[in-house]
């Protein structure tokens, strides 16, 4: 019985035990430390734990490279994302810019004199301020831009060049648009106005928005209007009671003023206006110089 049972335990395999990585083996002499690589090839020696250390340390090390290479990609890409953006934005060309160009067969010579702007406008004012009575005048914005079309373009003003202007009247504002052309590229800038009367009987022209193409370029425009603004009051050389000057006062300052315009040796006072579609329509009264 007792030798069977001896066979029995003899013949019977050893049980298998969990595998482990790195075994330690003392003695009195040395110690040996025992390491399974990755590829599975169980190596012995102090010489496998430093290749091993080697490993791991080149191992990190490459993955920050890679994380870093990951990174720049990340903000390159995002970069470009960003400038694609932005001069899309600048040479978007609005829809419903469509500036009159001058009939082919138009005198170069007699480009400022189409009829609807000395026969219907201001022929209309000046009859009608020297008549001294309270009058009306519609303006209509299609056959302004045929008029504007016909003017000499471009026009050059430190270093921009602007042509093919356009305005536009929708109900409440005033539109103006036109081709900037700034070392040979070219941008849509749009202006939009929403003139309004105060209680005083002043016209504040009220600058809304300025874009270039898309992007609303509002603050900036204004503060460099402001800054050209005073730069030319401060050289003395502008008449502060000139209309024109009023009219750039409150265009670049913001700032209201009396609308009374001079016709010859009469004087009349806008005293109220209504935009319509494609039509503005003035009020006026007879007044008294304003200076």
């Known amino acids: 019985m007792s030798s069977s049972l001896v066979r029995i ?14 075994k330690l083996l003392v003695s009195k002499n040395r110690t040996t430390i025992i390491i399974r690589s990755p590829s599975g090839k169980t190596e012995f020696g102090p010489e496998a734990l430093l290749r091993k250390s080697n490993f791991r340390r080149e191992n990190a090390v490459e993955k920050r490279k890679k994380s870093r290479r990951r990174r720049l990609l990340y903000w390159l890409a995002i970069d470009l994302a960003v400038a694609a953006t932005v001069i899309g934005m600048l040479i978007y060309k609005p829809s419903r810019y469509h500036p009159a160009v ?40 299609q056959s302004l831009n045929e008029a504007i079309a016909r003017m000499k373009w471009p026009q050059q003003s430190e270093g921009v060049s602007l042509s093919a202007l356009e305005i536009l009247f929708v109900p409440g504002r005033i539109v103006i648009m036109g081709t900037a052309t700034v070392e ?60 024109g000057t009023k009219i750039v006062a409150s265009l670049l300052n913001g700032e209201p003023f009396d609308p009374v315009i001079e016709a010859e040796d009469k004087w009349v ?23």
């Open 102 to 141: 001058p009939p082919a067969s138009a005198d170069a010579n007699d480009l400022a004199a189409h009829p609807y702007l000395y026969r219907d406008l201001a022929s209309t004012f000046y009859n009608n301020a020297q008549k001294q009575r309270p009058f009306e005048m519609a303006i209509l914005d």
């Open 269 to 291: 006072r806008l005293k109220s206006f209504d935009i319509a579609p494609g039509k503005l329509t003035a009020q006026f009264v007879p007044a008294k110089p304003s200076r």
């Open 184 to 243: 040979k590229a070219k941008f849509i800038v749009t202006i939009e106005l929403a003139p309004r009367m105060d209680d005083k009987g002043y016209l504040d022209l009220a600058v809304e928005k300025v874009k270039v193409g898309a992007m609303n370029v509002t603050p900036l425009a204004k503060m460099m209007g402001h800054k050209m603004y005073r730069e030319q009051i401060d050289t003395g050389a502008v008449d502060k009671e000139n209309i």
């Open 9 to 22: 335990a003899a013949e019977s395999p050893p049980r298998s035990r969990p595998a482990t990585k790195r």
